[in-house]
């Protein structure tokens, strides 16, 4: 019964390399939310995703950040040229269809650290 | 003005307590309502989904919408140090991206035997 599966759990990475969260669903789930929790904030959303789809990337930052969800294989959310302000938990949600309501199940996250 | 407000506690009571926790909001296009719980350096895990006004128990939880003063409250009964966490609640709008949720910052548990 896998949950929400993220990887790598923690990262560390210096300011100006690239940074890549990976996420696998859970099984039977099509729809991919990403989410970052920055210290001594709530949770923002900040993209929602299907296969080879971006739906709604309404709160991704314009630049550096970008995410894909391929046919094949886990999601992707990439951070190019990371600074100290990317340092943050970024979780993964999944849903399977629209019929469940909006509930929506997270993943145990990935805390990224840049130094 | 943040959409959801929530007080961030910290919030310790003993164990055996009636713990309330509540959020208020402003948008009142808001029509999902959820609770969530997260431990630390943990991701949040669902506890209660509402659809629109009213109260809905489970086990030791209540959760509450009054959506003509746009506040929920979450109740939690006979409280256990396993309770101790931080609880967010999260709210989305009709019409709005399937999953798109708006937290608010948590507030903070702690149950002490």
């Known amino acids: 019964n896998a949950g929400v599966m993220q990887n790598p759990r923690h990262l560390v990475r210096r300011r100006g390399q690239e940074a890549r969260l990976r996420c696998s669903p859970m099984?039977?789930?099509?729809?991919v939310y990403w989410y970052r929790q920055l210290p001594e904030e709530g949770l923002k959303f900040m993209v929602y995703l299907q296969k080879e789809n971006i739906i709604d990337e309404s709160g991704m930052p314009k630049e550096r950040f970008s995410a894909e969800f391929p046919k094949e294989g886990p999601s992707i959310l990439r951070i190019q040229q990371v600074v100290r302000g990317d340092s943050a938990a970024y979780f993964c949600?999944?849903?399977?269809?629209?019929?469940?309501?909006?509930?929506?199940?997270f993943g145990e996250g990935s805390w990224l650290t840049v130094v | 003005q943040k959409e959801v407000e929530q007080d961030p506690g910290p919030l310790s009571v003993p164990e055996g307590a009636i713990v309330s926790l509540n959020c208020t909001y402003s948008?009142?296009?808001?029509?999902?309502f959820m609770w969530y719980r997260q431990y630390s350096r943990k991701g949040p895990e669902l506890l209660m989904y509402t659809y629109s006004s009213g109260n809905k128990e489970d086990g030791r939880f209540t959760a509450q919408v009054d959506k003509s003063s746009k506040y929920i409250s979450l109740f939690i009964r006979d409280s256990q140090p396993s309770d101790s966490a931080t609880y967010l609640c999260a709210m989305s709008a009709r019409g709005t991206s399937y999953g798109k949720l708006t937290f608010g910052q948590g507030t903070i548990l702690t149950v002490h035997p």
């Open positions: 099984k039977g789930h099509s729809h």
């Open positions: 948008n009142s296009a808001f029509q999902y």
């Open positions: 949600a999944s849903s399977p269809d629209r019929s469940s309501g909006n509930t929506i199940y």
